[in-house]
């Protein structure tokens, strides 16, 4: 039996972004290709991580990772400003 989920929660992307906002999750998405359909990065983002809000087992994790990584349905991705 296969079973195929039509629907999946958003992922959120906030910050130095073309167009924050809410986005839908495709499978296999990195930060990267999330940023991506949120308009890219504006000339003041820092362009190398990002922080990644995820709930695990009920709790609110927040941390900083690479744009390569993997990002999951329901994730917050927050691009921060670069210090000059």
Known sequence: MTIEV????PVFVMGEVGRPGQYSYVP?????????????FT????????????????EVITGRTTVVSPVLAGDTIYVRERLF
């Not at 039509?6 to 929660?9: A, E, G, L, Q, S």
């Not at 296999?28 to 890219?40: S, Y």
């Open 6 to 9: 039509d629907r999946y929660r």
């Open 28 to 40: 296999g998405m990195t930060a990267q290709t999330a940023v991506a359909i949120a308009g890219g």
């Open 43 to 58: 000339s003041r983002a820092a362009q190398s991580d990002v922080d990644l809000t995820r709930k695990i087992n009920g």
